[in-house]
């Protein structure tokens, strides 16, 4: 890995980390926007303020923007998004094999 990538993976990961903001982007991965409250309620259990910094980040980033609708992902974050929709076959299969080594 060059050091650019190793920097822009770095980075990613930094904004990923972010309490919530996976969740964010999950929430919003359906391609409909939504309003402030119905994003909080998707997200569930984050505070307003909280809910706040994470939409700005992801803005600022460049995965998340506003319509009249609500919010919603941009093209960048759609295709984040469909990256991580694999975690979930692969956190099964992970889980499954920490079950096995545990036995």
Known sequence: MS????????????????????????????????????????????????????????REAGFVTHVSEGYCLTPAGSDLAKRLAELPAFATRWAAGLTKKVK
Do not use: C
């Open 3 to 58: 050091a650019k990538e190793s920097q822009a993976l770095g980075q990613l990961l930094g904004l990923l980390e972010s309490r919530y903001a996976m969740r964010v982007i999950w929430a919003l991965r359906d391609g409909h926007a939504q309003t402030f409250r119905l994003l909080q309620d998707s997200v569930g259990g984050i505070t307003p303020n909280t809910l706040n910094t994470r939409i700005k980040e992801l």
